[in-house]
Nanobody, 115 residues
Framework: QVQLVESGGGLVQPGGSLRLSCTAS????????GGWYRQAPGKQRELVAV???????NYADSVKGRFTISGDNAKNTVYLQMNSLEPEDTAVYYC?????????WGQGTQVTVSS
C-alpha cells in the first residue's frame, strides 16, 4: 500500500506562483514514476506533468515553460512548481504514482487562480 499526501494549494492572483508537494508513505519515487493531474469543474481529469525515476520529465502543452516537476528521493516527495499562473489553471491537482502495475492517487489539493 502507498499513501500520497498533497499540499501547497491555495488562492493566488493571475501571474503568481505556487509549489505543490506530494509526499509518499514509502520511498517509491526512486524506482517509480510520479505525476500530477488536474481536474477543473465540469472537465475530465488531465495530465499536467510526469517525472520518471531517472529524472526524465514530460508536460502538457498548456503548462510547458510555466510549470516544473521535480523530485527529492530522500524526502519521498515530488514537487510541482507553478509559475505565471492563469485562471485556466484553476483545478483540483492530484498526485499519482504506479507501483507494480497499480495506480495510487492522493486526495487532491485545490488551486484557485483569481483576482
Amino acid at each position: 500500500q502507498v499513501q500520497l499526501v498533497e499540499s501547497g494549494g491555495g488562492l493566488v492572483q493571475p501571474g503568481g506562483s505556487l509549489r505543490l508537494s506530494c509526499t509518499a508513505s514509502r520511498n517509491i519515487f526512486r524506482l517509480n514514476v510520479g505525476g500530477w493531474y488536474r481536474q477543473a469543474p465540469g472537465k475530465q481529469r488531465e495530465l499536467v506533468a510526469v517525472i520518471t525515476s531517472g529524472g526524465s520529465t514530460n508536460y502538457a502543452d498548456s503548462v510547458k515553460g510555466r510549470f516544473t516537476i521535480s523530485g527529492d528521493n530522500a524526502k519521498n516527495t515530488v514537487y510541482l512548481q507553478m509559475n505565471s499562473l492563469e485562471p485556466e489553471d484553476t483545478a483540483v491537482y492530484y498526485c499519482t504514482t504506479r507501483v507494480l502495475g497499480r495506480d495510487y492517487w492522493g486526495q487532491g489539493t485545490q488551486v484557485t487562480v483569481s483576482s
